[in-house]
């Protein structure tokens, strides 16, 4: 009789940020169409490593299991992607899985993505306004304008594109190709230009648009492709316009 076919797991563990990471190695029965998810639920019923050992519930988040939430992304193989979305089969049943590194670690596959949220804050990633339950409709969108910001508001903060690219680290306080890219939708939206120069001004301070070095890494790794690069040449025009403005009054 032969054997029965394994998904063999190697995951890189960590029991907190000061600790010293380790790997382990777990193999778990095949099925079809098993994702990197349902692995790690398997694992987490009878925690062993593929030679007996006993240990410790590998740390993961998952929520939404539709690649919309993000936390669940990590590195798959060498490359960042989401764990929910990730098919065995796509890596013949042998997977490295690795947190990212340029967010803080938590514990094994869990990182702090605050960062993130803070770059959002950073570049005013929202529409100023109250009130608007009395203030009727707002203002109509051209369909063409609103099929443009549909690509652009797709982002789930995953953190894929910052993962990927050389000027985030831990010298730089670049704000990475999510935060601008919303800054530019936001910028186009009816309500949003409000404050669009108030945007604009925070992307040309420190750790702005300035640090990008055009590697166009992150366009390569965005999961749901979102045209990251333009968002960065589109506001690089905005603030020079913005510039040249200020400069003829």
């Keep these: 009789m ?6 063999t797991l190697k995951i890189k563990r960590q029991e907190g940020p000061q600790a010293k990471p380790h790997w382990e190695e777990f193999h778990v029965p095949y099925r079809p169409y098993l994702n990197v998810i349902t692995c790690l639920r398997e694992i987490q019923k009878n925690p062993r490593t593929f030679d007996g050992r006993k240990t410790t519930p590998v740390a993961w988040e998952s929520s939404c299991l539709e690649e919309v939430c993000g936390i669940c992304t990590v590195v798959i193989n060498g490359k960042v992607r989401q ?3 990730a098919l065995v089969d796509d890596y ?3 997977l490295t899985l690795e947190p990212m590194t340029k967010f803080p670690l938590v514990r094994d596959l869990i990182v702090n993505r605050s960062s993130l949220f803070e770059s959002l804050k950073r570049a005013r990633a929202w529409v100023p306004i109250d009130g608007t339950h009395a203030l009727g409709p707002g203002p109509r969108i051209a369909p063409d304008e609103q099929q443009e910001a549909y690509h652009l508001s ?3 903060t995953c953190g894929c594109c910052l993962e990927v ?5 831990d010298r730089s306080d670049f704000i990475g190709a999510m935060a601008i890219n919303q800054a530019r939708l936001f910028n186009s939206h009816p309500l949003g230009k409000g404050i669009a120069k108030e945007r604009l001004t925070a992307l040309m301070a420190a750790g702005g648009i300035e640090d990008c070095g055009n590697a166009q890494n992150c366009v390569k790794a965005c999961p749901k492709e979102i045209p990251l690069v333009t968002s960065i040449a589109e506001m690089n025009l905005q603030i020079t316009q913005n510039v040249f403005s200020l400069l003829k009054k």
């Excluded at 032969?2 to 998904?7: F, R």
């Excluded at 690219?165 to 680290?169: A, I, K, Y």
């Design 165 to 169: 690219c050389p000027q985030v680290n």
């Design 154 to 156: 797709r982002c789930f």
């Design 92 to 94: 013949h049943c042998n």
């Design 2 to 7: 032969s054997e029965k076919k394994t998904v």
């Design 83 to 85: 764990a929910c979305s």
